[in-house]
């Protein structure tokens, strides 16, 4: 190997120093060593150098230090969801078993996923938990598209008959009634799908909805005409309200308000509800909560907090966490009206939150029938095929820490109703409602 000769200006009377180099290192980190008699350096000198040499061994300490944690944290961040050698080996029986079946079976083996499906749900059955479910990509979807309150598509209820069959009811207004599809009409294709009755009702609303702006055909069966006809539809932006609201015709003073579901929108619906019913001159409010299975906690908060000046709407439980509270939100619309709400065994989750708070804080009288009793809040995480998997995280309780699992909120004023009379038109909940406001009208100072 060539090695070069650094010649170094130390100065000595009668000497001169050198040191001999490797040739692949610059002078000031060169390992050096005389080559002539021995020498008194420059302290001055000398302390630098071991200096520079000291803080350049630290940076590349630092260096190398900090590529062994990125390279842990990339590989962490990798790997994170994959299983463990443990969960892969306590998986080995499942799979055992289940090329026993594919292997023995006598019937057909179901295509996948459909296998896969069983296992999660199986897997899932074992905490005893009914809310903790897994659920289909079809299904999920209509249930973001639910939960945002819009989606593309044509403006039409999708009912089953006696036999199964598919009845359109299309909207006011909608895209389906401009199109000409009428109230009773039997679907019996969408584009080139065939409609059977053992189609679940899911996978046909995922047919007819879509992009906005795009068409869909349907093949309809229609009462009086002797072949089906075809009728195209553009499909539109579709706006399910979860909110409907009325003054009254037994009383222009009271104020209606139907909650049909918890939704991304139900907040901003219900204030604009509100306002409206107090320009029009309502003094006090019947909020209906009858058969609303629940929705978005936010939007179970902000409902409530508009009846409410103050104190917490409920308390929310978790594993190895501390309680949480959630408070109304001050500015509420209707905070001193006289109010009932309605409810009945339909009454669940987000809606017994919104009873449960109103309830507590004296805010409000329940009448109807005790309310269905979920007090659990579940997190959905959506998985790689669009499924999802909705996990119970916490449980809540009532601003007077009432737990209502399984026990639902008992109404202050009970009013039985039967199906004779839901069929009839009779709604002796809604009565009883009007009449306990007006009381309270007559005795108010």
Not at 86 to 113: K, S, T
């Amino acid at each position: 190997m060539v090695r070069r000769l650094w010649e170094i200006g130390w100065q000595k009377p009668g000497s001169l120093q050198r040191r001999l180099c490797k040739n692949d290192l610059p002078p000031p980190l060169c390992a050096c060593y005389n080559r002539s008699e021995p020498y008194d350096p420059d302290l001055s000198e000398v302390l630098p150098l071991r200096i520079r040499i000291f803080l350049t061994l630290v940076a590349t300490a630092l260096i190398f230090s900090l590529g062994v944690a990125t390279g842990f944290g990339v590989h962490w961040y990798l790997t994170r969801d994959n299983p463990t050698d443990e969960e892969l080996a306590q998986f080995n029986l499942f799979w055992e078993a289940w090329r026993l079946v594919r292997e023995r079976y006598y019937g057909d083996i179901p295509a996948a996923p459909a296998p896969v499906y069983g296992a999660i749900r199986g897997a899932l059955a074992t905490l005893q938990d009914p809310y903790t479910i897994f659920v289909e990509p079809q299904p999920r979807a209509l249930e973001k598209a639910d939960l945002q309150g819009r989606f593309g598509g044509i403006g039409a209820l999708v009912n089953r008959g006696e036999e199964g069959e598919v009845i359109l009811q299309p909207m006011p207004g909608s895209p389906a009634e401009r199109a000409g599809v009428q109230n009773g009409d039997q679907l019996i294709k969408v584009d080139d799908t065939i409609i059977t009755t053992t189609m679940r009702t899911e996978e046909i609303v995922l047919l007819i909805r879509g992009e906005v702006g795009t068409q869909v055909r349907l093949t309809l069966k229609r009462t009086g005409l002797a072949e089906p006809l075809e009728v195209s539809v553009t499909r539109e932006l579709i706006e399910l309200p979860s909110v409907e609201w009325r003054i009254l015709e037994q009383d222009e003073m009271i104020g209606y308000l139907r909650i049909r579901m918890f939704t991304e929108r139900t907040a901003e619906e219900t204030r604009r509800a509100l306002r409206d019913l107090l320009d029009q001159g309502a003094r006090t409010f019947v909020l209906d909560l009858r058969g609303n299975g629940g929705g978005v906690l936010d939007a179970a908060v902000d409902v409530a907090s508009e009846f409410l000046d103050s104190g917490v709407v409920l308390f929310e439980e978790r594993r190895d966490q501390a309680e949480k509270s959630y408070p109304a939100k001050p500015g509420g619309l209707a905070i001193q009206q006289p109010l009932v709400v309605l409810v009945d065994s339909g009454t669940a989750s987000a809606s017994e939150i919104v009873a449960g708070a109103l309830q507590d804080h004296k805010r409000a009288v329940l009448i109807g029938e005790k309310t269905f009793g979920k007090g659990s809040v579940q997190l959905v995480f959506d998985l790689s095929d669009a499924s999802s998997v909705h996990i119970t995280v916490a449980r809540w309780l009532t601003p007077n820490r009432h737990r209502i699992d399984a026990q639902g909120l008992q109404p202050d004023i009970l009013v039985p109703i039967s199906d004779e009379e839901r069929a009839a038109g009779h709604d002796p909940q809604l009565e009883r409602a009007v009449a306990y406001l007006r009381e309270q009208v007559a005795v108010a100072p």
